[in-house]
């Protein structure tokens, strides 16, 4: 994401939600309004702004259509596999307003529906001894680094993220939310 206007957008949390409940990968299903609606517990009427804001961003796009009791019925895609905020979005502007909606509505968002998925037991908390560890991967570390260590993890991670950024088109495939949080902090 490079442009402003498209990072105000998604600092709504219903928005970054409709993105969040589209599985990626070539047999992932594209899914309606009411089926968007069903996955995040809301109101199809009040979802159809929002779906159409996010087609009008070129978030989503609609594979097809059908009619169905004389209404057009829309399947939609997410254009992305990943959402990333390019760097350059925030020089665009003197304001950064808009940049701290989407952050903490994109963290509020996550942490909602990590919040929902442990709730209906959906995550592995413990490994089973044996087998892959499909446990959850909790890490919180504050470490002081000279800018050009910062700049080389940094590079670092987003490789890796980048390499793992497609889906397996296997059945056998699980939904994975990966969400990574770096920054400097100026303190005096």
């Known amino acids: 994401m490079k442009d402003l206007e498209t990072l105000r957008m998604l600092a709504d949390p219903l928005r970054l939600s409709i993105l969040s409940a ?3 990968g070539e047999l992932a299903p594209a899914l309606t309004v ?8 809301e109101g199809q009427t009040k979802l159809y702004r929002h779906v159409k804001l996010l087609e009008d961003a070129d978030l989503i796009f609609v594979t097809g259509t059908r009619l169905v009791s004389g209404i057009l019925e829309k399947r939609y895609r997410p254009t992305y596999r990943t959402l990333q905020i390019d760097s350059d979005a925030f020089n665009q502007s003197q304001e950064p307003d808009g940049f701290r909606g989407a952050t903490m509505a994109s963290l509020n968002s996550v942490r909602d529906q990590l919040h929902s998925d442990l709730q209906a037991d959906r995550v592995p908390l413990t490994a089973v001894q044996g087998e892959a560890d499909l446990s ?3 890490s919180s570390v504050r470490v002081s680094m000279t800018p050009e260590r910062y700049g080389r993890v940094r590079s670092a991670i987003a490789a890796a993220l980048a390499e ?5 088109d296997d059945p056998t495939a699980m939904p994975v ?3 990574v949080l770096m920054y400097p902090t100026f303190e005096d």
């Open 22 to 24: 589209f599985r990626s």
């Open 34 to 41: 009411k089926e968007l609606a069903d996955r995040l517990g």
């Open 136 to 138: 959850i991967l909790l």
């Open 164 to 168: 793992e950024a497609h889906s397996d």
């Open 177 to 179: 939310v990966m969400q």
